[in-house]
């Protein structure tokens, strides 16, 4: 049996929001596994999901930058020892400066940029020179690029903030359409900025990841229910408890069954039948709605969208692809924020970033 020291309980409770004893007794019955703590906790509806965002312990800046030709989009994270740097003049004109080499140098890794050649010099010893002068230790910690093919689009956004930063590529109908959708693009990057989906659609969903997710989601409603019970108030009704998580549960059989209910619930009524293709549909939607929750919150196509939370994105791109003229469709999209994945394990910035280059 693995040590359970107050240290665990702390994280873990600090992580979920369980209770004390409720997550000393989960780590207990994991042996001190973290994620599966968290995992337990969340099917017995006693936490969320581990907040990642509260254990970051980098600090820097990420950087866009988008060709001319909307054809290429490179993402950069350039990691500090302290936020006051971040906001140096010249650290940013740095992170801008290896953006742009990057992208012109169509470099794929970390090696390959520390062994290319910038105003005459190596990389490394660029960055070098930009560490003395700047008098902190710099990291490239990683990057990407995006290009679109044939008749294809990039964009990108950078936050205010300069901690977030998203690129999406698009392949089009045609180049009218491309052109077009340059605009919709970014307010696609704005979107996936706040909103944080993680994956493009719901058929990159594990089906053991949405069964997993599906036992906490509905864990996570009881719970919600019974409090909701205990206060009796008329404008919070209980949560419908759904069948499904996922499109990717949804088959054909599925909903054909689905559909075959609404109708006779709709005979039931003695609805006229000559109306009801105007009531299925919409009846079916629902259904799908009500079923694909985790589609909601995790993916880009299922999230509802902020600038109009009635469509989702995949019904948004449709509407977009009448006004335009033709297809679009998303390829691929890549989301940074400074310092996520980093696991805050001291308040000793320095020696952390010293350790990235290391």
Same mark, same amino acid.
């Given at each position: 049996m693995a040590e359970i020291s107050a240290a665990m309980v702390k994280e873990l409770r600090e992580s979920t929001g369980a209770g004390m004893m409720d997550c000393k007794n989960a780590l207990k019955e994991t042996e001190g596994n973290f994620e599966k703590a968290v995992q337990l906790l969340r099917e017995k509806g006693l936490g969320k999901a581990a907040k990642k965002a509260d254990r970051l312990a980098a600090e820097g800046l990420v950087s866009v930058k988008i060709s001319e030709d909307y054809k290429s989009a490179t993402v950069s994270e350039i990691n500090s020892e302290t936020d006051f740097v971040a906001k140096n003049e010249q650290f940013i004109a740095l992170t801008q400066d290896t953006t742009a080499h990057i992208q012109n140098k169509s470099l794929q890794n !970390?090696? #390959?940029?520390?062994?290319?050649?910038?105003?005459?010099?190596? =990389?490394?010893? %660029?960055?070098?020179?930009?560490?003395?002068? $700047?008098?902190?230790?710099?990291?490239?910690?990683? =990057?990407?690029?995006?290009?679109?093919?044939?008749?294809?689009?990039?964009?990108? %956004?950078?936050?205010?903030?300069?901690?977030?930063?998203? $690129? $999406?590529?698009?392949?089009?109908?045609?180049? #009218?359409?491309?052109?077009?959708?340059?605009? =919709?693009?970014? &307010?696609?990057? +704005?979107?996936?900025?706040?909103m944080k989906p993680l994956f493009l659609s719901y058929k990159e969903l594990d089906m053991d990841f949405i069964e997993n997710e599906y036992k906490a989601l509905v864990a996570e409603l009881q719970k919600e229910n019974e409090e909701r019970r205990r206060l009796k108030d008329p404008n919070k009704p209980e949560h419908k408890i759904p069948q499904f998580a996922s499109r990717k549960q949804l088959n054909d059989e599925i909903l054909k069954k689905v559909e075959e209910e609404i109708k006779a619930e709709l005979k039931a009524q003695n609805k006229p039948e000559k109306i009801w293709n105007n009531i299925i549909p919409g009846k079916l939607n629902s259904f799908i709605a009500d079923n694909s929750q985790l589609d909601s919150k995790l993916t880009l196509m299922g999230q509802f969208y !902020? +600038?109009?939370?009635?469509?989702?994105? #995949? &019904?948004?791109?449709?509407?977009?692809?009448? #006004? %335009?003229g033709g297809k679009i469709e998303i390829v691929e999209f890549i989301r940074f924020e400074v310092g996520e994945g980093l696991e805050k394990k001291s308040e000793d910035f320095a020696a952390e970033v010293a350790a990235q280059i290391g």
């Open positions: !970390v090696e #390959e940029l520390h062994s290319s050649v910038i105003n005459g010099v190596k =990389f490394e010893e %660029y960055l070098k020179s930009q560490i003395a002068t $700047i008098g902190e230790n710099l990291v490239v910690r990683r =990057f990407a690029t995006l290009k679109a093919g044939d008749r294809g689009v990039v964009n990108g %956004y950078i936050h205010t903030n300069g901690r977030v930063g998203v $690129i $999406i590529a698009a392949a089009c109908e045609n180049d #009218e359409v491309a052109q077009k959708a340059r605009g =919709f693009l970014k &307010q696609l990057c +704005m979107h996936i900025a706040a !902020v +600038m109009d939370d009635k469509k989702t994105i #995949e &019904q948004v791109i449709a509407e977009k692809e009448k #006004e %335009y």
